[in-house]
């Protein structure tokens, strides 16, 4: 919900109502939020990947593997200086660095839905019933895919999340 929530702040009919950036400082900072977000969402599927193939075989060199998956994902030199323990997140909430890409792909087929389905996101009451009715309401007794097929009538993607980054 956070990250719903965050697509609205980045939304620019919000900064036009809400801060006072020019339109094209409004355009600049859209566009540096995309490619920070594409940005943040390689890393992510870098550390995902990481965790995933540490666990088929935690016996190997993590060291390397941390450094080949980083520099296959985030296009930097490969460096195998042990950092991968520092990632507290392995041990706190492990197999979970999936799910911050999965709130992205959920808030932008959110976003696009509503969109498509009441025009304006601003001072629309509408949008307020749906996010209750669809997401808050039912808590955690829908799983996130289904909720989301729900509310938006498709199946979870990553379709909206592509198109919100290439515009």
Do not use: C
């Amino acid at each position: 919900m956070a990250t719903i929530l965050q697509y609205f702040t980045s939304d620019p009919d919000w900064l036009r109502m809400n801060t006072a950036l020019t339109n094209e400082e409004i355009i600049r900072f859209v566009k540096a939020r995309k490619a920070s977000l594409l940005l943040r969402l390689r890393n992510l599927t870098a550390l995902s990947i990481f965790e995933f193939l540490a666990y088929e075989d935690p016996e190997q060199d993590l060291n390397k593997l941390w450094s080949r998956t980083r520099s296959k994902y985030l296009f930097v030199s490969e460096n195998e200086t042990p950092q991968w323990a520092a990632q507290s997140i392995y041990t706190t909430h492990p197999i979970y660095f999936q799910n911050y890409i999965l709130a992205e792909m959920i808030a932008a087929q959110t976003i696009r839905h509503l969109k498509e389905k009441y025009g304006q996101l601003l001072k629309n009451a509408k949008i307020a019933e749906f996010l209750i009715q669809n997401y808050y309401g039912p808590g955690s007794s829908i799983d996130w895919p289904e909720k989301v097929k729900r509310a938006t009538g498709r199946k979870l993607g990553a379709e909206a999340l592509v198109q919100q980054l290439a515009i």
